[in-house]
């Protein structure tokens, strides 16, 4: 071993570590949704992140068995709201809880508006929607991966600037 390798060498101890979502991905976000029936529901998602930046897409990966899963296929579309601390309750309630036991959004109160270019509500009690249409969707395991290329974003106006330029560090995400 020569200097410089010494001099970057640290002493840490390492252990195999569960590969189970080994990446936890931030920030936390809840995905809304609404099947043709105008059902609508909202759930917690681990997976999620941008994929392109032209066009402008983001992936979120959802369980066959989660039950937003079923209106997302056939509605196509979705929104990826974006949780800060002040909505952490909420958040909590709808990782752990499914529509199949009851009405989670009446349950939280929570405030839903319709969205600009989608069939899907948004939160708007969150400071960023994304707003997405579902272009492709792969199955990676245990989760389906959907594609949905954004077509409108939402943001309060106290995280953007006069070009409408989001300032994500003003987000206290959990």
């Known amino acids: 071993m020569n200097n410089t390798d010494t001099a970057h060498s640290t002493n840490h101890l390492k252990r195999k570590a569960n590969m189970k979502s080994c990446l936890q991905p931030l920030p936390k976000v809840l995905v809304s ?3 043709l029936n105008g059902e609508e529901n909202v759930l917690a998602v681990a997976y999620c992140g941008n994929c392109s930046y032209d066009p402008p897409m983001v992936m979120v990966g959802i369980v066959p068995s989660r039950y937003s899963y079923q209106l997302i296929k056939e509605s196509k579309c979705f929104v990826v709201n974006l949780v800060d601390e002040n909505y952490k309750e909420v958040f909590d309630y709808m990782g752990s809880r499914s529509k199949r036991d009851g009405d989670k959004i009446s349950a939280m109160d929570v405030k839903l508006q319709d969205g600009k ?3 899907a509500p948004i939160l708007t009690d ?7 249409t579902v272009v492709d969707s792969i199955v ?7 594609i949905g290329k954004i077509e409108y974003v939402h943001a ?17 995400y959990l």
């Open 117 to 119: 270019m989608v069939n």
């Open 140 to 146: 990676t395991g245990s989760h389906e991966m959907f």
């Open 33 to 35: 949704c609404r099947g």
């Open 156 to 172: 309060d106006t106290n995280i953007t600037d006069e070009d409408g330029n989001i300032n994500f560090s003003e987000i206290n």
């Open 126 to 132: 969150c400071p960023v929607n994304i707003e997405c």
